[in-house]
């Protein structure tokens, strides 16, 4: 947690080894979880199955949604605040993209500029309430949750949708198929929308004006506020991220999948933010980077991926999961007190 | 069928790797299924299943599909969460020359080796029909428990039964709130809606659980006779809804197959005996459990 | 001779790459008052950490009546008869008085809290410190001054063989003070030991029986009560110091501030938070004019209502800023006016504690670090050390965590924050708690500085000798208005004595 | 002298009508929702439904688990913790009790006793690595919370159970049945247990030594410190005592619905902490009342119970909860904020 706080280069002028090793604690669960996925790989004639194209190829689409979620997530918990609503609004968001084009017959930009705004508004919204009323974040998203979900059950009329590609009506346009496919047969692309939104989320937060507001508010809203940081429009903003983050999940969810559903994303919330904790992001705000919460989604996929290869069973690996999480997180907090986070 | 065998490393030596991609383990008619192929599979010493757990995630169960590729399996079974999300990954497993059997629920298209399960919508039919003719003849105040709004058995389950109540017009369709399939939830609405109807003489749930939910909520408004319950499943043993309908708990319950046996028998069938083709859709009929049978099957299956 | 009440023995202490105590010695006798002095850094808290076991010391001994003792916890230094008033008041905010003042040795009865034993106990505690404060009253409603008055009496609950005081005065104004000297008479009278940690030089001579000055983590020398303050701050600061306070103003120049007949009515008015009701004084360009007043007298909601902190409202009368009426009210209005605020809650308000020493500086420029939004590592870096620098902030580590500085290194990073902004009106509240002789000299040189170039001050403090030595002008306030205004050469009893006189004669 | 300061003491009496008003904020929203439970409620024949007894009995029924779990929760979240593994701990114990009752022909007591001990040592368990190795409980819990399904799937053989009672085996002792009745066939037994419970930690919070440290814990960890009170037991103790709540809970789930499973309790957690803060506590710690959780997690049933009476469709249901939990908790902040609470 420590040197999260510090944007990297305030302390270039002097980086001891252990400041340099703390400053990639975030990354150190994913990296041992990737040893063990090696070591513990099956191997068929001399190939690590862990490491073969495909299987990467699909780890890192399994976690393209829960990461782009978890992006807009770490601005939300740097703020200091929590945003419960996500895996509804991906659900809301993917049944609206699926409406509009299928039953609707929306063409693709419409449809998608107004599914993403739809995110934002929801987002802004429920970050305008907490802010302006002072309800605690928690209550009002949790309440947002509940909103989208009914939201989403009234846009699709109580029914899933199927997506299904061509011309006329009934049909959505085929180039919406390109987020099911692998680039090269082998790149995800809805991992490819997740790794741009990284970079474009790593730069907002580490090399602009809010990036470094988000961090303010977050570490002391008072102290913000008196330093003249426009503490509500940043509060608001975050939300608004999220929403942002989640729209685009839900259009990768429904591309991906051809489908759209009000129950899709069900519980997706807790892995976005066990994805930003892991990542060495402080649940109390003022403290965390992006890097960590990349590190801690693919730290969270690789290890279902080599559960799985192991016909781990599902009890051992509920046990599994949890036993590593609290592993990789406990190695953080110990490399971070080397340096006295808090 | 060209004479070529479905899958082409098959024969009757060879050992095999049969990966059971289950959408969920939280529903008990899931966890029977379960526990039938595990059971069943000793029969074949030849066969080694896996199973994983889809954990109700479209997405989560894709990888799971993706990894038995990976390893390799020899056949796949699936029992997909919903069709359209699963389509792909399977489409990728046959192309991968894997056969697949699906159970309990089709992918869209054809690309699957075989299908092996029941019709949602004409078992809840077929209730709905009991209902209407054979339970309330005379009419009277009907409600239902859904599963899950908007899950595709939920959908089809509340569709097939409401047609089958139209076999009566003196039914009276009063309430219809979904449960999420939890046996909890089921006890706090319905002793709700016997607050707000308390006239209702008849309840469809989607799932033997909610049935269980329903009983208690009757029992403890103090209705047990008045209200009939018809459950979904059918499940077997002390803890299934076969049991309650012999307990005299319920009115009935329709058994929705698990198609295990057959599955496992397709399996034998393309690995082992290198069939060149199966009967791509095998319908496995549902049962109904009602006063007059059910005793006889419990006490049948207590060998 | 009979073995001292205490003794510290070559105490060694390390902050990760920070030598806080370089093998210090320290003895105390009972009924002694030892007045322990030293710069903000020096290695005063730290030490009295270790004596109250809330700092594990990496070498050396304790002694306490000759018997060597460790203490693992807080706890362990309770049980040996050591009360420690910490300098950052550690109360707990949402219980209420009475529960502060017995946290850890509640009054029970049959393992069922005693509730109103234990407020009535809290109330004569309280009585006993000075403290006129209902014992129910939470103590999140209470102001830093009522804390630090809280603080003392919790300490007084304990009642220990020794007492440790860091910085108790820092927060009071003169009433309360005077009373504080008066309470560590009559400990000292009980045979108490006392070690009295403080900044303010002139109350040496009222109660110390002997002074230890501490600098860099050592100590550099003993002095008695009666020397000379110049001596004293010759062997604090290692150099003699020309003098505290610099020249007046030369010139005034036109008027920034001009509030006449100004009242401020909150939308919600809070319980305790003492609005300004009639308020006239004016600031001029290069004016630095001074608030004096008791404890609670609105001071400190004036100058936040001035800047729109603290409670939303709207101001009534006469408020001028450079001759037009201006809409204050609202911290983006103030700042577009060209106000600054430092605020005298520096933890709560003033600081992120968990940031870095760089990431505070740079709060309230941000805007102008980083062109078209982006952000500038290099224009950061220069801008932080050159503002380490200006305020001297020790140690020179801009990646150091704040919550890890001395009292008065933290005061010199809010500072450094607010001034780098250019404002021309500075509005400051209590700007020297905590801060050391040569700090306050170099702050009060700078502000003069600032002054000659044109900026306007207005500062609220409690220290007396400070307004006076400081201020071109003092402005007395009492319940919300402003009573009456000294000039330049207005005489320390002339002041104290309206500040506490009751009467009502209006402000010049 | 001291006179100087009286002023300032005058101006806030104790027991002003604001201050006692806002003692009592917890319960403001339960009273709204009572009122439009009873302006909303159908009538038959001049009764209203919703204040029927069987109804109110069906409604005190309904949050016996979530109210349990809630209590628990309470403190932790006064000790600025959290706890996401109550869910799957109730469903563990659940699980446990129908093992070892009808599996395995444990008498009553025995297997009660053992479950609660469970129960503790899971949640101490927690509170420990959580202390000790300074990771954020949010992360700790969320892996408890795994390892608790795990477990449970374990104990379970992946399969539920049902309790049918009677002598012999598979067979559990008739007196466990108590817990589905009312008494008087009217007061569940169940609520029963939890108002017991309830009582149980009102006093404890509010009038024992150990319900201050809690307090303090929370409010201001250093300032707990340097009063001498033993911070990290009492953090630990907390995350017992919802370990403890958990088991109770969940041996109640199993005897009302005589029926154990791996599944049940899912995301009763969100539940149980909804309640909390909509009972007026601060998720950030240090301030809270017992009182306002009971109100708050009467509230969200009387809640439910209301929109089902009035057949209103799921969609319009879960937007409504989210509303009327945001309504609610906008009316406390406003009526705290007057007395210039935080
Ligand atoms: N927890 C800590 N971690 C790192 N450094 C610390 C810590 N506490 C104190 N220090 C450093 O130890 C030195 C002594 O600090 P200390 O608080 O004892 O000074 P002080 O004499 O009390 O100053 P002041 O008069 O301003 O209170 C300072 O350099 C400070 O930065
Ligand atoms: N009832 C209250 N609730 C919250 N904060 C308060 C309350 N009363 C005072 N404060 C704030 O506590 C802080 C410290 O007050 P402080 O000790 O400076 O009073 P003072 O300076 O002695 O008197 P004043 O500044 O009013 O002349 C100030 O910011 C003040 O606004
Ligand atoms: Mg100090
Ligand atoms: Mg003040």
Known sequence: MSTSTVPAALERPRRSPLAYLVRFQSLLGLVIVIAAGIGFSPRRHGHILFLQTDNVANIIRSIAETGILALGMTFVIIAAGIDLSVGAVLGLCSVLTAELLVNEGWSLWTTLSLVVATGILFGAVQGFISTKARIQAFIVTLAGLQAARGLSLIASGNSFINISYGAGPGKAPVGFAILGERIGGVFPVATLVFLVLAALATFVLNNTRYGRYVFAVGGNEKAARLSGIPVEAVKISVYAITGLMAAVAGIVHAGQFSFGSPNDGTGYELNAIAAVVIGGTDLFGGAGSMVGTIAGAVMLGALANILELNDVSAALQLLATGAIIVMAAALQTFVNSGSGGR | ?303 | MSPALLGLHDVQKWFGGVHALKGVDFTLAAGEVHVLLGENGAGKSTLMGVLSGAIVPDAGEIRIAGEPVRFASPRDAHAAGVAMIPQELDLVPGLDIAANLFLGNEITGAGVLQGRRMRDAAQELLAKAGVALDAGLLVSSLRIGERQLVAIAKALAADARILVMDEPSAALSSVEADHLMRVVRDLKARGVGVVYISHRLEEVARIADRVTVMRDGQVVGECPPQAPQAELVRLLVGRPLSDLFPPRASRVGKPILHLHRAAFDPARPRAGWQAPRDVSLTVHEGEIVGLAGLMGVGRTELLGALYGFGAVGRWSGTVEMRGAAARLGTIGAARRAGIAYVTDDRRGTGLVLHHTVAQNTLMSIWRRVTPFGLASRGLERRRVAEAMENYDVRPRLPAAKVVNLSGGNQQKVVFAKELMNGPSLLLLDEPTRGVDVGAKTEIYRRLRGLAEQGLGVLVASSELTELLGLCDRIVVMRAGRTVHAFGADAGEDAVRAVCESGDEERAA
């Open chain 2, 1 to 303: 069928a060209d004479g070529k065998p479905i899958y082409k490393d098959c024969g009757p030596n060879n050992d095999y790797v049969i990966g059971f991609s289950q959408a969920n383990f939280k529903e008990p008619y899931r966890e029977h299924v379960n526990h039938e192929l595990e059971r069943l599979v000793k029969q074949y010493p030849k066969f080694k299943l896996t199973i994983a757990d889809g954990q109700a995630s479209v997405n989560t169960q894709v990888s799971q599909v993706e990894n038995f590729v990976t390893k390799q399996v020899d056949l796949l079974m699936i029992s997909p969460f919903e069709s359209a999300p699963l389509t792909p990954a399977v489409t990728n497993v046959i192309k991968k020359g894997i056969p697949v059997i699906e159970l309990d629920r089709k992918t869209v298209g054809d690309d699957f080796t075989a299908f092996v399960g029941g019709d949602n919508r004409q078992i809840a039919k077929e209730a709905g029909q009991y209902a209407a003719n054979t339970l309330l003849p005379d009419g009277g105040e009907v409600a239902i428990l859904e599963g899950l709004p908007s899950s595709s058995p939920a959908i089809e389950r509340l569709e097939g039964f409401k047609d089958g109540l139209a076999d009566n017009a003196k039914l009276k369709l009063v309430a219809v709130q979904p449960v999420d399939w939890q046996e909890d939830k089921a006890v706090t609405v319905f002793g709700a809606m016997l607050q707000a109807h308390p006239d209702i003489k008849l309840v469809y749930t989607s799932n033997d659980l909610a049935a269980a939910g329903a009983y208690i909520a009757a029992k403890q408004a103090e209705k047990a006779d008045q209200v009939k319950i018809i459950g979904t499943d059918g499940l077997p043993g002390p803890s299934g809804g076969i049991r309650s309908v012999a307990d005299g708990q319920w009115a009935a319950t329709f058994t929705y197959p698990t198609g295990a046996a057959e599955a496992l028998d397709l399996a034998k069938k393309i690995l082992i005996d290198c069939a060149t083709s199966v009967p791509r859709n095998v319908m496995v009929p549902s049962q109904r459990i009602d006063q007059t049978n059910a005793k006889a099957l419990y006490d049948k299956e207590q060998f």
